[in-house]
């Protein structure tokens, strides 16, 4: 019986394996590059191989969580309403914002290599998955050596610290590779039945070990000449897009100069390489979750007030002692409606998105890092007291960080029309039925906020007001957004051709009628 | 060509769901009492129609959460290691951890419900996507109403408000029912087809709104007797245990009272009832990504020093002032090591199970609930003085806290273990190839915390030392567990059968030599 039921999970493995694929297939018709038609060769023997979905979406949400916790410091300032500590105070925020902003690149960097090395490695047995825990055991460390570095940036430790992490990062990543190549069977299939396999492990090898070689040079630079570390390791975060552009001019100047063999393009740096879609909305998730319940902490551990005080100020009344913190809820619920609407547009875009691309999982990650701010912003605009400066400015900055959150999103769609036919669904492509409300769902947040942030320009009395009133009706707004979008449309219909029919009659044909153009919806 | 790509994505959606479903089924053969093999009678009109996967993981990230981040408070209450103030810190401590225990309980119930209820409701569109973040906005909302109930225990104000915020989630929960039956293609197909499609809705809508109308019940008890009130919610929360047991006894004493049809099984307290496995993995993984980097959020906040005092304190050093935060990094890299190899192990047992009960579902909430309590004792182990009386009293819950993290775990493998047919993989069923080395990797931490928790009560002097040695082995451990399994195994034939040959020789057909009873390994 053991033996029949060995070979019964294997079948059961590989069959799943398939069935994800083909499920990964009719998601995203052209994501992969590699023939999927051919069954593994070789099945027997690996008994402990797993699919490696679950220890990917573990990775993510480690991940995206280390991404997003390093605004917590910057939230955690306390910005006094005083005019002497303030350039202190500003000072400190500036570079906790900066350590908060490096790390969200560096680790978004680092996920989007681990993407691609578990693109070739498809399987996992229990080796590479406590190899893997040791790599994010490693990942999860670097913000720390970033507050080190902006804190002490004259001292070399953060250096060393953030390289020597780096370094044992790429030797892990490096025996990852290894070990995969020595157990074909955990490979991706193209890999697993072409005949130059070394060729493949020594190309990645090349790729991974770049950038813990630049460290180890950058660390030994710090001992002569720290500023030169400095210069290596923003080339290390930017080397793949000075890679490519590097490339991209080479090419223009002096034409095509190295044949690279097409089946090499998935490990390059192509802006138009893809993405494991699945694992750019698993890393989202993880940060919108993480952004919307920030300010419960905060509030569960701050805002219970100490029974004592309560008896002595409010005379026992607690109800009393809570009006004090009503600005915190507010702040909360708002925040929350926030983030929940604008994972509720990007859930809608992704729902609809074929096929990511490096270029718009780079956008994706902006759009998070903005997103990342919020409850700063929020913290902000309870902190001061109502109508001053400060209060005016915090919503102000609330309303821009909203935008480019917005605006970054609306971006991923815009790349993602330009190509089309790959990257999206027939239904929101332009003339698609569902294009116009699609435009409408991205663009609802950036046209609010910067309308909110003119609005407190001109009415400065009022900032707070218009503020939450901006909170409260975004929703509404969302639940009668298609109501609106028709509406819209046929006022444009009226203004632009009032000799067509009356849209309300052919509202089941709208076909034609979503084919308005582009460009006079968005202005 | 807009009407075409209609029709096509209808196609599209739908032959995802059911590519979702067969790869459910592959994974889960008897996960759903459903027939599966019925395509949905309506297909047209429904172009907004979505997989609902992608929200139910949003979901579980924030419930996963929350779930976990009421042990921030309990964390950051500073005991001081001076006796008189002692014993109204731990009075705190014990109020905190109270919260934290009851905040983790009540919001896996609400979880739960939230898996029953999609379990109805297989496709969303916008309006169920809104209304369900309203319904997680609340539900986040919850810890803070158990800490003002906690803080202030006879103030009715915390009653109110916990039993306000779940009214309006079980209004809600009734409002997605009453809109997704208006809407039938959003059902399940088992609903979808079926002819009393009222009596359905009725049965679930009864079923959700008996909580709220305890609620409402206790809240008005509240103004006249608060006692009843804290009664009546713990019934809320063990109902459905408490009208499990009800059922199961009356059905004892007077046999089958009451003759339910056999398609209602599915909206049960039934301890065997389906849980859909995916969002357990979902939910675990969310609690095991919060706890793992619980501690780097602490380190990244209080462990960068002030400049000025590195200057005035250490002269400048920094390696000097670092090195006073040395206990904390270790604590950081022991309780990332061990979350993540408990997350391993927890990986490796779901990677075979093949379907998940109720039951099951709740020996893993009490696991989580342990694993929650993590850097609780793992940030109690590095505050105090070494040698002292508390530090050892520290490293001793935190090895209770692992062994009941770890013991749990087992026992979800032993419940599936008694319906392996049903619940379990072939592969690791009693007499499988795998059997023994689950069973090995499930006993290692509880047995390894267990013998700690022994050493350092024997040589308390070394008991810091016994801790990190743990730390530091377990991990290599796991590596070499395959081969321990193995010499486990000879050493274990030696004694018990020495007249059979050597296992050495017949290490390729292990089958039979992996039979071995199921109690002298455990022992």
């Known amino acids: 019986m053991g033996e029949n039921d060995d070979s019964d999970i294997i079948e059961h493995h590989v069959e799943e394996e398939m069935e994800k694929k083909s499920g990964a297939r009719s998601h995203a018709p052209s994501s992969s590059s590699f023939p999927e038609s051919i069954s593994p060769s070789d099945r027997e023997g690996h008994s402990s191989t797993q699919s490696s979905h679950r220890l990917l979406a573990y990775s993510d949400a ?17 910005v006094e309403d005083n005019e002497e500590l303030r350039e ?112 493949y492990k020594q190309h990645i090898l090349k790729v991974i070990m770049r950038v813990p070689i ?80 920030l300010l419960i902490l905060d509030i569960c551990e701050d805002n219970v007030p100490d029974p004592a005080v309560v008896q002595k100020k409010y005379g026992g009344s607690l109800t009393a002692a809570l009006q004090d913190y009503g600005p915190e809820y507010l702040a909360y619920f708002g925040s929350f409606a926030t983030v ?51 209060e005016l400015e915090a919503i102000q900055i609330s309303c821009v960080i909203i935008f480019f959150a917005g605006i970054f999103q609306l971006a991923i769609w815009v790349v993602a029309l330009y190509n089309e036919h790959e990257t999206l669904h027939p239904y929101v492509r332009y003339g698609g039925r ?11 947040y950036p046209c609010v906020a910067l309308g909110t942030f003119f609005l407190t320009c001109i009415l400065s009395r009022f900032s707070a007001q218009i503020f ?5 009706t975004v929703p509404f707004a969302f639940l009668v957004l298609r109501l609106l979008v028709r509406i819209g449309l046929a006022l444009l219909r009226l203004i632009f051709c009032p000799d067509r029919p009356d849209p309300r009659s052919v509202v089941d044909e709208e076909v034609d009628e979503t084919r308005v153009p582009f460009n006079p919806v968005v202005t």
């Open 434 to 444: 569902e294009h116009v409300f699609m435009l409408a769902k991205l663009a609802l």
């Open 62 to 78: 480690l991940i995206s969580i280390i991404a997003t916790v390093m605004i917590l410091p910057v939230a955690h300032t306390k």
């Open 340 to 390: 929940g609407l604008l994972w509720f547009v990007h859930h809608s875009l992704f729902l609809h998105v074929t096929k990511t691309t490096r270029f718009m999982g780079l956008l994706n990650t902006f759009s998070l890092a903005f997103i990342g701010g919020l409850p700063l912003a929020y913290q902000l605009t309870h902190e001061f007291p109502s109508n001053s400066r400060n």
């Open 214 to 293: 630049m460290c180890f040079f950058a660390s030994i630079f710090s001992f002569i000449f720290f500023q030169l570390s400095y210069v290596l390791l923003a080339i290390v975060i930017f080397l793949p897009y000075i890679s490519e552009a590097v490339k991209w001019c080479r090419s223009k100047a002096i034409g095509q100069v190295e044949e690279t063999p097409d089946s090499m393009l998935f490990y390059t740096y192509l802006p138009n390489e893809p993405l494991n879609k699945e694992r750019v909305e698993a890393f989202s998730d993880g940060v919108y979750a993480i952004v919307a319940t």
């Open 88 to 199: 202190s105070v500003q000072l400190l925020l500036t570079t906790k914002i900066a350590v908060y902003l490096m790390t969200f690149l560096i680790v978004t960097v680092a996920w989007a290599a681990h993407i691609r090395l578990f693109q070739v490695i498809v399987r996992i047995d229990d080796c590479l998955a406590l190899l893997n825990l040791a790599c994010m055991m490693l990942i999860t460390f670097l913000p720390y050596t970033f507050s080190l570095m902006a804190t002490f940036p004259e001292n070399i430790l953060g250096i060393l610290l953030f390289c020597g992490c780096v370094m044992v990062i790429g030797v892990i990543q490096a025996l990852i590779v290894v070990y995969a190549f020595s157990r074909p069977f955990l490979l991706n299939e193209q890999i697993q039945i072409s005949e130059n396999q070394s060729f």
């Open 468 to 472: 939450h009133l901006m909170e409260i």
